[in-house]
Each structure stands twice: as C-alpha cells, then as structure tokens.
C-alpha cells in the first residue's frame, strides 16, 4: 500500500481558525442536526463533523425540522440509499421556504461521485453546501464562507484523500467507539462504488491509532471497533493489521472489534490471533458476497469458495465460538439458477450467525454496471426470499443454541421493545434484552440467556451470589 500525504498541520491550523471565526459571527449558537446514511465509516465521519460544528459553536439538535443547518452524510452503495438521500433534500427545499436561513449541506459517499455535485448544483440551488469524501476536513471554512459570502458552494475534490488527523470529534457514546485505521480501497471488486468514492488505500500510522485507543480507554471506552473498508490490507508504517491489533490488544481495553476483512487478505497471523489476543471478541464479519467461484471470478473478488470455507475451517479450528457474520448479493448479472444454488449451499455448509443479504445494485462506472443482465427482477426477489427464509432458520438455531448459556453482556441502550429492559451484545457479538434500568448502560452484566428470538436473545441478570 502506497503511503500518502497527511492533511498538513499548517492547513489544519487554518481549519480551526475558520471554526472560530464562524463562532465569533453568531450572536446565538446555532442548532446543527447531521442525518448520517449507511456504514461505520460514515458514523464516525458525523462524529468529526459533530466536532466540528461544535467547535464552531453550534449545538446538537435532535429534532431536524427545528435545526438551522441540517447536515445529510450520504451513502451511494445501493441506489436506494441515493435515492433516499435524494427525496429528503427535496423535501428541504420546502422546508426551506419557511425558513429562508436554513443551511443545508449535503456531503458523503453520494456527492463524491463523477458528475453528482455539478447535477446537484444545477438542479438543487437552494442547497447551501455541497461537499465530498476527501475534503470532509474543510467544513469549517466552507461554513464560514457561506455564512459570510451568501452564496452556495459546491466543491468535490477530485484527488484521492490524505490521510487527515486532529479533526475535532464528538464521540456518539463514551464506552463504544469507532477508530479508523485506514480509509479507501484498491480492489475494485466490479460491483463496488467504494474504490472511486473512498479512494485508493490509505493507513493511518500505528502511533496514530494507538494513541487514539489509548485516549479512548483513558476516557472510559469498554469496547472499540477498528474501522477500514479491507483492514486486512492495513499497512501503516510498513505495520500488518496483526501486528497493529496485537498492540492494541496490550493497552488493556475489554473489548476489540474490527471490520470488514476481505477474505483473499485474511492472513494465517490474524486468524491465530482469535486464539491469542485477550481482548479480541470471538467475532468476525467475513463478506462471501456469492458461493459459486463463477461469479465470484466476475465479481473479481480473487478468492475461491473452497478458499472461503477453508479459512472458515480455520478460523473455527483456532476460535470453535467465533460468530461468523457475512454479506451476500442475489442476482449479480448472469447469476444462473445454478449459481444461486451455491450460494444457498455454502450457506448451508458455513452456517453464518447472521447474513446482510442484497439484491445486486447497479452503480454507474462499476464495471458489472456494463453487464448484460437478463434476469427478471421477480426471479431475484424470488432468490432473495429463499436466501433470507433459510439464513433466518439457521440464526434462529445459532441462537437456540446459546439457551442456558452464561454470557458477559455490554448493556448499549434501552430495549427499542421493552422500557423495562436494556440490551447489549455478548462476546459472539449477539444482541441480548433482559430486564434492566438505564443506569446499567456502559456497564458489563453476567446474564443468563432464557430463549431465543429470530434476531435477539433474551436473558435475566444473574446476581453476584448466584
Ligand atoms: S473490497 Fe470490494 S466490496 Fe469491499 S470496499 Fe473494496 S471494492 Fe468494495
């Protein structure tokens, strides 16, 4: 992997002296609401622009329609994800006529892509802000310009990004945290936008990372997720991600996760580490994205199925509870009935915990976007459902099966369901609800699970003398 230039100090330094004059121009704070599309990546990118609007001076407002800038963090992976992104700003322009201050801004994976903001601009002017993937860091100075200049801005960098450090941040949760590690990706699998939104790959240097994680425990982090589009490929400072994650293990916080790992990088040395690091969670989202080598060879994925399974033999070899996660695209174009048929039957062999299932989606300049595709919509909506139908039995027995088990639960939230009951994932990385106040949440509890839903478990809190 190519080492690339950080964002200079200088520039940054310019950054945060536009954050203070846009906080020197307003007499009342102003209330920022961001709306945030898609993956992790794109959280922990609203956490820098939360940062930075409050460095600006502005303060968070949970109701979007009382904000007075209102911020969409855009995802393009699926065209329903654009499209969504696309009806809600069309929807602000009304907005916007009760309210002629509103600023609008709209940045993310979306306005990244070839010919998006020049159409954005063109067909939605009262858009105050447009913004891409690689110059995220200068908010602050657009936001002043156009509070100060009125008029609106459309800027997407063309160049691959750099690698930005010292942005402000405004961490979502105080005990479970995101860290990038490295952004972008080199492996233009032919139905991906990522590689031409994101950029090519790029790491962040060990020394960064670990300084992050360690201010992270410091501030009371009981579990950290180390982000990338492939981390497999991580490579900072000449590091391997093993490496990295060995010494990340070392500064003691209880829980480690990362994703998402492509299988053609999963190396020896990572997969032993799920028997040997101490904080690292038995847990692993693995994409297969397809179980017939056909179309995986299409998809250019340079991985085999038999290579899949194998890896999957060992990573159980080495860690026998690992929870094993995956993605998976139904009706790539040319996908036979055959072909569907591997797929269903790898499922059946790997038998995942849970399975993130999709019907291929069509992204302009991908190269499977040039593919004839003769299947009928109905006939890939027919797969899905198969697909789904039989990934739910198979989590559904996953989950009967940890019934009686004991497990250390991280409490995250109130139950969506239930407001007498809080939920958190065990190690596997499975969602438990049982009976329990707010005042637990951050907190580890020891829980018995007592059944098992289609999704979730449910369990009762053991007490220290049982
Ligand atoms: S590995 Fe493939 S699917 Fe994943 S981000 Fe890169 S190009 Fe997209």
């Not at 940062?51 to 600006?56: P, R, V």
């Not at 005990?175 to 090519?200: Q, S």
């Not at 425990?217 to 982000?227: F, K, P, V």
């Not at 609800?433 to 839903?453: C, H, K, R, W």
Request: proline share 5%; hydrophobic share 35%.
């Amino acid at each position: 992997m190519k080492e690339r230039p950080i964002v200079s100090e200088q520039e940054m330094q310019r950054q945060r002296e536009y954050m203070v004059r846009v906080r020197a121009l307003e007499k009342r704070p102003k209330r920022y609401h961001i709306v945030t599309m898609g993956c992790q990546m794109n959280e922990r990118d609203s956490e820098s622009i939360a940062g930075m609007l409050s460095a600006m001076g502005m303060v968070n407002e949970p109701v979007r329609e009382q904000a007075d800038l209102i911020l969409y963090n855009t995802c393009c992976v699926r065209e329903n994800a654009e499209n969504k992104a696309l009806g809600n700003v069309i929807w602000l322009k009304e907005l916007k006529k009760d309210k002629p201050d509103l600023m609008i801004c709209v940045g993310g994976c979306m306005t990244q892509e070839k010919g998006m903001a020049a159409m954005m601009k063109k067909r939605y002017p009262f858009i105050d802000l447009v913004y891409g993937t690689h110059n995220l860091y200068k908010l602050p100075e657009y936001v002043y310009r156009v509070l100060t200049e009125g008029e609106p801005i459309a800027e997407v960098m063309d160049i691959d990004g750099e690698v930005v450090e010292g942005m402000p941040e405004a961490r979502r949760c105080r005990f479970n945290a995101f860290v990038n590690i490295m952004y972008g990706c080199d492996n233009f699998c032919t139905y991906c936008i990522v590689p031409y939104v994101r950029g090519r790959e790029r790491s962040r240097t060990p020394e960064a990372v670990l300084e992050e994680c360690a201010r992270l425990r410091d501030d009371g982090a009981q579990e950290i997720m180390l982000l990338g589009q492939n981390v497999n490929s991580y490579g900072g400072g000449g590091a391997r991600f093993a490496e990295l994650l060995y010494r990340v293990d070392q500064l003691g916080i209880p829980r480690i996760r990362f994703m998402t790992s492509h299988p053609k990088d999963l190396s020896d040395e990572l997969i032993n580490a799920f028997g040997e690091l101490k904080h690292l969670m038995p847990q692993l989202h693995l994409p297969v994205q397809a179980g017939s080598n056909e179309v995986l060879r299409r998809m250019n994925r340079r991985y085999t199925r038999e290579h899949y399974v194998a890896l999957v033999g060992k990573l159980r070899k080495v860690c026998p509870d690992i929870g094993l996660t995956s993605d998976i695209i139904v009706g790539f174009p040319g996908e036979t009935l055959e072909q569907f048929e591997e797929t269903m039957s790898l499922v059946r062999e790997v038998r995942f915990d849970a399975a993130y299932t999709f019907i291929y989606s069509p992204r302009a300049g991908t190269r499977a976007a040039e593919y004839p595709d003769d299947t009928p919509y109905e006939v890939k909506s027919e797969r899905i459902q198969r697909l789904i139908d039989l990934q739910q039995a198979i989590s559904l027995e996953v989950l009967e099966k940890q019934v009686g088990k004991r497990e250390r639960v991280l409490v995250e939230a109130v139950s969506t369901r239930d407001s007498m009951s809080v939920g958190g994932k065990t190690p596997r990385g499975h969602m438990v609800n049982f009976p329990g106040e707010a005042s637990l949440i951050g907190q580890f509890v020891d829980v018995e699970i007592t059944s098992a839903g289609r999704n979730t478990l449910r369990g009762r809190q053991i007490m220290t003398e049982e």
